[in-house]
C-alpha cells in the first residue's frame, strides 16, 4: 500500500512508537503495580524508608517468610466477607442487563419502526435523561423508599439501574436496529404474521451483535455504579464499589488499607477477562453509538 | 408501525423511566422548595408547692396531624436556593460590597461551599476536555502508524482506565501519589522536598484529580479518533499528495476536517460526562481541597442527618448545568432532524 512518498521518515517513525510506548505505560502501569503491591504488607506498597521494598517485599520477607503475601486478600475476602459483595455484585449486574436488554430490546425495535413524529421527541427526552447525573436522583428516591420499606434491598437498586440505564440502551438499540433492513420484518407481516411474531421470529434472530455489545454497556454501568449502589443498598446488601469504598473508612488499623488493595485489584480482574475477550465489540459500540456507556 | 402497537412495546421502558428518572425530577425540584416540619412545641405550666415553672414539650398528636395534613412539609418558596449553603445571594452582595479587588472578592466566594463546588467542577470540566481531547488524538495518529499486529494490544491496555470502576481507577492512582507510595516519591525526589505531600496541598489536588480525569477519559476520544482515521478518504488523500502536500498539509487539509464532527461530538460528550465529577473526589479523599456539585449532593445525603431538602436544591442547580451543556447537544439534534425531514 504504502507508496514512496507516504513512507515516514525513521525520526518521526521513532517519535510515534516512542509516544505509544509512553502511552501503554502511563495506561497499563498503575494497575501492573498495584497488582503487585496487592501481595504486600503495607508497610512494602507504602514504604516511608525505601520505594524499592514494594517491588522486593522487605517487610513482607520479614513479616510471612516470603515475598507475597495472601494476607490483603484473606483479610478481604474471608476476614471481611467481600465474597458476599461479589456475589451481590453478580446478582445486580446479572438481573440489571437482562431486564434493561428485555424493556429495552422491545422498546428501540419500536422506535426504529415507527415513522411518525414523536420518535424524535422520545429520543431527545431519553437523550436529556441520559444527562441527568444520577446521584441527583437519589434524593428523589429516599422519601418513599423509607416510606414504603423499599430501601436497602437488591431487587430496589436493580429497578433503580435498569431505569437510569434506559436512555442509553434505547439510544443504541434504535441506532442498531435501523441498520436492520426493515424489508425483513415488512415481509414477514405481508406474509400475515402480526407484529410481535415478526419481532419473535424474524428479528430476534439476527439482533445478537447489537444486543450483546449493549449488554456489556449495560453490565458496565451496573458493575461501576457507585453514587446509586451506596445510597440505596443496606450495609449487609452492599455491592463491591461500596464496600471497597467502606473499606477506606476504617484504614485506622494497619493492614486495613491493604484489604482495600487487594478488594480493588479483585474487582479490576472481571473488567479486565471482560475487555480481553469483547474489545472488538467495547470499540464498535463506543463508536457506534452516538452515547457514550 | 400502528400507534397501538408502538404504545404496547414501548410501554415497558417508559414505565420504567417515567416512574425512576422524570418522577425523581419533580420529586427534588418540589423537594426543594418545602422543608419538614418542626415539631409542634406546647408549653405547659407545673404548678407545685415550690411555685409554678414552665416546661416545653413536644406535641406528638399535633405533629403527626400537621405531617398528615402537609406530607411535602412547610412550603418555603426559594428560601433554600437563597441560603448560605446555596446560592448564598445575601453572602455574595456582602463580598461584593465589602471587598476593594476582584481577588479578595473571589476568595470571599471560595468561602462559600457552592462557589466552591462550582469552581471546581468547571474547572475540571473545561481543562480536562480539550486536553484529553489532544491526547487521545496523539494516541490516534500514534496507534494508527503501527503494524497491525500489534495495534490489537496497543488497544486492549489502552481501554482500561476508561474502562475500570472510576472509584478504582482513582484509588489505584492515589495509592501511587500518597507521599510514602511510588510516584508521590519520584515526586518528592524530583523537586527534592521530602515533606512533599499531595493531600496537604490543594493546587496540588487539583492537579491529580485533572490527571486522573485526562486519563481516564482520553481513550475514550482515542478510540472515536482512530475509528474516524479508518475512514478518512484515501482518495482526498492521494490526491492531495499528487499536488505535493506535505505530510502536515495532508493532516492540517484532509484529516482534520473529516474528524472535526468527531471532535464535536467527544468535546460534547464529555463536557456532560467530566460536569458529573464525583468519583475521583472519594477515591483521593480530597473533599478537603476540592469539591464538586455531585459530591455536594451525595455528601448532604450521606451519613446519620439526610439533608434532603438541601441535597434536592443542590441537584437541581446541578440539573440546570447539565441543561445548559446539554444545550448545543440539542440544537444540533434539532438541525439534523429538520434536514431530514
Known amino acids: ?263 480493588v485489584v479483585s474487582a479490576t480482574v472481571p473488567l479486565f477477562i471482560l475487555v480481553m475477550f469483547f474489545q472488538r465489540q467495547i470499540v464498535s459500540g463506543l463508536t457506534a453509538g452516538a452515547v457514550k456507556g | 408501525m400502528k400507534h397501538k402497537t408502538f404504545f404496547w412495546f414501548f410501554l415497558p421502558t417508559a414505565l420504567a423511566m417515567l416512574v425512576f428518572i422524570a418522577a425523581p425530577m419533580v420529586s427534588i425540584v418540589m423537594q426543594s422548595l418545602f422543608v419538614p416540619h418542626e415539631a409542634v412545641l406546647i408549653e405547659t405550666e407545673n404548678c407545685g408547692p415550690f411555685g409554678c415553672t414552665t416546661s416545653t414539650a413536644i406535641d406528638q398528636e399535633a405533629t403527626a396531624a400537621l405531617r398528615a395534613e402537609k406530607p411535602l412539609g412547610r412550603f418555603v418558596g426559594l428560601d433554600i436556593y437563597k441560603d448560605r449553603g446555596h446560592l448564598a445571594f445575601a453572602e455574595v452582595g456582602e463580598a461584593w460590597q465589602n471587598t476593594d479587588s476582584i481577588g479578595a472578592f473571589f476568595s470571599e466566594m471560595g468561602d462559600l461551599p457552592f462557589y466552591d463546588a462550582l469552581a471546581f467542577t468547571l474547572t475540571y470540566t473545561f481543562v480536562c476536555t480539550p486536553l484529553l481531547i489532544m491526547l487521545g488524538f496523539a494516541i490516534a495518529v500514534a496507534v494508527n502508524s503501527l503494524s497491525r499486529k500489534i495495534r490489537g494490544f496497543v488497544i486492549f491496555f489502552s481501554l482500561l482506565p476508561m474502562i475500570v470502576t472510576p472509584l478504582v481507577g482513582s484509588l489505584v492512582l492515589f495509592w501511587m501519589i500518597d507521599s510514602r507510595g511510588v510516584l508521590g516519591n519520584l515526586i518528592s525526589y524530583l523537586v527534592n522536598d521530602p515533606d512533599l505531600s499531595v493531600k496537604a496541598s490543594t493546587p496540588l489536588m487539583w492537579i491529580s484529580i485533572i490527571t486522573y480525569g485526562i486519563w481516564s477519559s482520553a481513550p475514550f476520544a482515542f478510540v472515536v479518533f482512530y475509528a474516524g482515521l479508518q475512514t478518512v478518504p484515501q482518495d482526498t488523500l492521494e490526491s492531495a499528495q499528487i499536488d505535493g502536500a506535505t505530510r502536515w498539509q495532508q493532516i492540517r487539509y484532509v484529516v482534520f476536517p473529516h474528524l472535526m464532527p468527531l471532535v464535536t461530538f467527544v468535546a460534547l460528550i464529555q463536557l456532560m460526562d467530566n460536569f458529573k465529577v464525583f468519583e475521583p473526589i472519594v477515591g483521593f479523599n480530597a473533599a478537603a481541597h476540592a469539591t464538586s456539585l455531585s459530591w455536594i449532593v451525595f455528601n448532604d445525603l450521606g451519613g446519620e442527618t439526610r439533608q434532603l431538602s438541601a441535597a434536592a436544591t443542590t441537584s437541581v442547580l446541578t440539573v440546570l448545568g447539565v441543561a445548559i451543556l446539554l444545550s448545543p447537544v440539542l440544537v444540533r439534534t434539532w438541525r439534523d432532524f429538520r434536514g431530514k425531514t
Open chain 1, 1 to 263: 500500500m504504502a507508496a514512496p512518498s507516504q513512507r515516514m521518515p525513521t525520526g518521526l517513525k521513532i517519535g510515534l512508537v516512542a509516544f505509544t510506548v509512553v502511552w501503554l505505560i502511563l495506561a497499563a502501569f498503575p494497575f501492573l503495580w498495584t497488582v503487585w503491591g496487592s501481595f504486600k504488607v503495607e508497610l512494602d506498597f507504602f514504604s516511608i524508608a525505601d520505594w524499592t521494598y514494594a517491588l522486593t517485599g522487605e517487610r513482607t520477607q520479614i513479616t510471612h517468610g516470603s515475598p507475597f503475601t495472601t494476607a490483603g486478600y484473606e483479610g478481604a475476602w474471608i476476614e471481611n466477607q467481600f465474597w458476599r459483595n461479589a456475589i451481590n455484585t453478580f446478582i445486580v449486574c446479572f438481573f440489571v442487563v437482562c431486564t434493561s436488554l428485555t424493556i429495552g430490546t422491545l422498546g428501540g425495535y419500536a422506535l426504529s419502526r415507527s415513522g411518525h413524529n414523536y420518535v424524535f421527541w422520545l429520543l431527545i427526552t431519553a437523550l436529556i435523561f441520559r444527562a441527568v447525573p444520577p446521584i441527583t436522583l437519589v434524593s428523589g428516591y429516599l422519601p418513599p423508599f423509607f416510606q414504603w420499606n423499599l430501601w436497602g434491598y437488591l431487587p430496589t437498586a436493580i429497578v433503580v439501574l435498569v431505569a437510569i440505564n434506559q436512555p442509553f440502551t434505547l439510544w443504541m438499540l434504535h441506532s442498531f436496529f435501523q441498520k436492520i433492513p426493515k424489508e425483513l420484518d415488512e415481509s414477514a407481516r405481508v406474509d400475515g404474521c402480526t407484529q410481535f411474531q415478526a419481532f419473535r421470529y424474524v428479528i430476534i434472530p439476527v439482533m445478537w451483535p447489537g444486543v450483546i455489545t449493549t449488554g456489556l454497556f449495560s453490565f458496565l454501568l451496573a458493575y461501576n455504579d457507585f453514587a446509586v449502589t451506596t445510597m440505596l443498598l443496606a450495609e449487609s446488601n452492599r455491592t463491591m464499589i461500596p464496600a471497597i469504598n467502606a473499606f477506606l473508612g476504617t484504614t485506622q488499623t494497619e493492614g486495613n488499607v491493604m484489604f482495600a488493595v487487594a478488594a
